[in-house]
């Protein structure tokens, strides 16, 4: 079945670093799309990736959509404490596959 | 509501017994999803509604595993005769409709703690 590696497990930054986490795919995906999870929350889309190459922003925010498609990466500026939170990748293989596959996540930590 | 409301939201009950699990979704959304989240782990699926059928339920890790959807709305995840390896957040998302673009919507989720 399809697999996402998702990294780094966890990181943990002082308040105003940057950051970034990546997820590398077994198979080609259609959709890429960035969560976070806050504590007893159930996930929030940050970002999604449509095209091959795209590079979209949110905010302090941005996500691209590797030219292979079987990558996608997730950048966030200049960090604050509410940044805290597990950040999920997931992606569809698109076509009548309905499934997302999700990452195992990445923990962040903001030291302010 | 607003967004998709999931009830209870903790639930802890012993071994061998049954429990189910409410997910409301936002309103108008036809498709609903229901995933399982486990201590450090990604998400599961489990089984996928659009309207009140339920196309693919391989994701269900067992037959003790069943869910329904009636009216085309409110959906229950019923576990019989838990076992403590089902312990795990159960969360709840809905869409508009299944698609390539379509974006999922989380409930908070239930914890589900078996003694």
């Known amino acids: 079945g399809q697999q996402l590696n998702q990294s780094p497990q966890s990181m943990f930054i002082q308040e105003g670093e940057d950051v970034s986490m990546n997820c590398t795919s077994s198979?080609?995906?259609?959709?890429w799309l960035w969560y976070k999870q806050d504590p007893g929350e159930g996930p929030v889309l940050l970002i999604a990736?449509?095209?091959?190459?795209e590079l979209t922003s949110n905010g302090r925010l941005t996500a691209q959509f590797g030219i292979t498609r079987k990558d996608s990466f997730l950048n966030i500026s200049a960090s604050i404490p509410s940044d805290v939170g597990i950040y999920f990748c997931?992606?569809?293989?698109?076509?009548?596959?309905?499934?997302?596959?999700f990452g195992k996540g990445t923990l962040l930590t903001v030291n302010p | 509501g607003a967004g998709v409301s999931q009830s209870p939201s903790n639930k802890v009950t012993e071994k061998g017994k049954d429990v189910e699990l409410r997910c409301d979704p936002i309103?108008?959304?036809?498709?609903l999803y229901w995933y399982r989240q486990s201590l450090g782990q990604g998400l599961e699926f489990l089984i996928y509604?659009?309207?009140?059928?339920?196309?693919?339920k391989s994701g269900l890790p067992s037959d003790r595993f069943s869910a329904e959807r009636t009216g085309g709305s409110v959906s229950t995840l019923t576990i019989q005769r838990t076992q403590q390896e089902d312990s795990a957040v159960y969360l709840c998302?809905?869409?508009?409709?299944?698609?390539?673009?379509?974006?999922?919507?989380f409930g908070s989720g239930t914890q589900l703690s078996v003694l």
């Open positions: 198979s080609i995906f259609n959709t």
């Open positions: 997931a992606g569809r293989s698109g076509g009548s596959n309905y499934k997302l596959t």
């Open positions: 309103s108008g959304h036809t498709a």
């Open positions: 998302a809905s869409s508009i409709r299944w698609g390539t673009n379509e974006k999922l919507f």
């Open positions: 509604f659009q309207g009140n059928s339920a196309p693919d």
């Open positions: 990736l449509y095209k091959a190459g």
